[in-house]
């Protein structure tokens, strides 16, 4: 281990895995920086690009662009008060109401080393519970695998919008769409349509690229008017008082923590959804629940925590059962995929070598996080005014430039601009994106156990409640549909009481 | 009826015509499923059990897909309009206006004619052509900052790739 360790710093101290990690982290600021990139959009726009690294670099390179845009996203929210990433939805309240007032560089301050502290909790999270939870991983088998993708499409279904019957509507047509190309197992041609192109499926990166950063572009192309917008003073705190600030809601930031790597570690929910929860528990514990919506410290601090300690728990999931912890790292986990590294318990025990390095690498590139954070206060101002129609035209340009790269096939711009019309489509119906993708990524595992458990069980679906672990997951499952549908209800009652008494 | 309402009256339809259009065609590959899925079926020892036939699982997946399309339609079709989301925040709303079906159909029409004219015309002049005409149809007329992004940014990528990922993106003909 002492071996592993030594190699894994000496690997990471190699000036082009440096590079890479700078570059990810200040690339992935500047995304998340810009209303209407994220980190989805950057990870899926350049991890073609990292199919022609080595694998230290390239997933180096996308581990910290994940977590620079991550915290991107907090400073559009601060500064405009418009989110650059769902993740950062819960910052808007109290961080642009801190601009407001004219204390924007408090606000990012906070924002910056409230991001640091939970990105290093999320990291400390990944390294500590990786390798007990892949022992547990090797005793699952194909009952249990099949009910967590079960599992893990339900609550991203229920968690990714307003209504659970469109999340489902949308993750059922992402499984659909990954039955195209070939028989898992037994190899044979179906739905290509006579199409040669698909008898090897379509690809993950070709539809991310299309539903999220196409269609971003379209939308904010047309969207976009001509109009001006006035860039917001930020003058930078001292750090002695920033750090004062942050000792101060020390609780805030614990419990936030656990709260981003609890909800990290729970395959198919993210960041987007821990942002909130930590918002809402540290309202409801603060002393001064009043101040929240005004500028309180602890409305900036609790959502950049948790959803930067969600990033590095996410990876728990993905890595050790294959099953994507958000939608990030789901398209994280094609880029292993395209680098020979097939997730799964047996992956880091393996590749000890390279994981030591990517740790490492992660522990670094939360140092330059704080770094580029610092500087970004500085710049973000001038990011965020780039105009709209030069950056979104650009974008659209690497959006084709990245995909053609996969396979240096037109047929996959053509896959991606589809995508990109439906995935527009899809969100001016309010049918959200995230379910469909992570089903399309997780319709072979799902197909795979199932099929595999019904040859071993004879064509009986007894293991899912003969195994008390499938079992277990199938309840939570079941709990999770019978909430939703609580609370669908509770709301017509509410909505046809209200109609009542009005009429 | 005002603005608002005729706008969510449009997208209700919306959903119901999509629902209907993606339940009939999951429901018509579900009952078809055979002529599109090639293989053997692994029935065990002693079974005809055709829960192990290649088309089992996709066939399931299908009929979820046309079960819950139909749920949605009928959802669409009975629910309450959902009320609008903000359209923009303070300091954004001075350069975002509503989706319009002429901006729509220009989008559609410029992706088309980028798709058409990539294999020919190559990567190169196609972006620049692209994104000169997409700044403009979008109502952006700073030239100096459009012309520069135009003429650098797809030679640039194109040389990044060439010589950095060694991808040939599509040449031009002429």
Redesign the interface.
């Known amino acids: 281990m002492t071996d592993a360790l030594l190699t894994a710093l000496t690997n990471v101290a190699a000036p082009t895995v440096l590079l890479a990690l700078m570059l990810g982290v200040v690339v992935g600021v500047i995304i998340g920086a810009l209303p209407g990139l994220s980190a989805t959009m950057g990870m899926a726009i350049f991890s073609p690009a990292t199919f022609f690294l080595p694998p230290v670099e390239g997933i180096s390179f996308l581990l910290a662009l994940y977590k620079g845009g991550t915290f991107g996203g907090s400073l559009s929210a601060i500064l405009i008060g418009t989110p650059g990433t769902a993740s950062n939805a819960a910052t808007v309240a109290d961080g642009y109401a801190m601009t407001r007032a004219g204390q924007a560089g408090r606000a990012l301050g906070l924002a910056v080393w409230g991001s640091v502290v939970g990105d290093g909790i999320g990291i400390l999270a990944l390294v500590l519970c990786a390798p007990l939870v892949a022992e547990f991983a090797l005793q699952v088998g194909n009952a249990e695998k099949f009910a967590i993708t079960v599992m893990s499409l339900t609550l991203v279904a229920y968690v990714s919008g307003a209504s659970l019957m469109k999340g489902l509507f949308a993750a059922s047509i992402g499984l659909a769409l990954s039955l195209v190309g070939t028989d898992p197992i037994g190899g044979s041609p179906r739905l290509t349509f006579g199409i040669r192109e698909l008898s090897a499926g379509i690809g993950v990166i070709p539809l991310a690229i299309g539903l999220f950063g196409l269609a971003e572009v379209l939308d904010q192309l047309a969207r976009w008017r001509p109009g001006r917008m006035e860039p917001p003073t930020v003058e930078v705190p001292l750090l002695r008082d920033i750090l004062h600030r942050l000792w101060q809601v020390k609780r805030t930031i614990a419990r936030s923590s656990l709260i981003g790597a609890t909800i990290g570690a729970l395959p198919g929910i993210g960041s987007e959804t821990s942002n909130w929860v930590a918002y809402a528990l540290a309202r409801r514990a603060s002393k001064t629940p009043e101040a929240f919506g005004k500028g309180a410290d602890e409305g900036v601090v609790a959502p950049e925590v948790a959803c930067n300690a969600t990033c590095g728990a996410a990876l728990i999931p993905t890595l050790i059962f294959g099953i994507p912890g958000d939608i990030v790292t789901s398209i994280l986990m094609g880029a292993l995929i395209a680098q020979g590294l097939q997730p799964g318990p047996t992956l880091i025990t393996d590749n000890t070598g390279l994981f030591y390095t990517l740790y490492a690498g992660l522990f670094v590139s939360m140092v330059m996080l704080a770094f580029v954070g610092l500087a970004a206060m500085r710049f973000a101002s001038r990011i965020i005014l780039i105009p709209r129609p030069l950056l979104f035209t650009a974008v659209a340009v690497l959006c084709v430039a990245g995909t053609y790269a996969i396979n240096a096939r037109l047929f996959d711009v053509g896959v991606m601009v589809l995508a990109g019309f439906a995935g527009w489509g899809m969100r001016a119906l309010r049918i959200p994106v995230a379910p469909l993708v992570l089903a399309f990524v997780l319709g072979g595992i799902l197909e795979d156990s199932f099929r595999r458990m019904l040859i071993q069980s004879r064509g009986s679906l007894s293991p899912l409640w003969d195994r008390p672990i499938a079992l277990g997951v199938c309840l939570v499952t079941l709990a999770v549909i019978a909430f939703a549908l609580k609370g669908t209800l509770t709301d017509r009652f509410r909505n046809r009481t209200a109609e009542t008494s009005t009429e | 009826m005002t603005d608002s309402g005729r706008h969510s009256q449009r ?1 209700r339809l ?2 119901a015509a ?2 209907a259009v ?1 339940c009939a065609g ?1 429901a018509w ?1 579900a009952l078809n499923i055979d002529s ?5 079926a ?1 029935a ?1 020892p002693g ?1 005809t ?1 055709s ?2 036939a ?2 089992t ?2 066939r399931l ?2 009929c ?2 046309a079960l ?2 139909a ?2 339609l009928v ?1 669409a079709l009975l629910r ?1 309009p ?1 009320p609008e989301e903000a359209a ?5 709303a ?7 079906l002429p ?2 159909l220009l ?2 029409a410029a ?1 088309l004619a ?2 058409a004219l ?2 020919v015309a190559g ?1 190169i002049l196609t ?1 620049i052509a ?2 000169v005409l ?2 403009i149809a ?5 030239w100096v ?2 012309l520069c ?1 135009a003429l650098l ?2 030679p640039a ?2 040389y990044a ?1 060439r010589y ?7 040449q031009s003909d002429f």
């Open positions: 997208l919306a959903m999509t629902s993606i999951a590959l599109f899925v090639r293989g053997w692994f065990m079974t059990d829960s192990l290649p088309a699982f996709p997946v299908l979820l897909v819950l399309a749920a949605n959802s309450a959902e923009a925040t303070p300091d954004s001075g350069q975002t206006g509503p989706v319009t901006r729509v989008l559609c992706s980028y798709l990539l294999p990567f972006s692209a994104i997409g700044g979008t109502g952006y007329r700073t900052p459009l992004v940014l797809p990528t194109w790739f950095g990922m060694k991808v040939i993106l599509p």
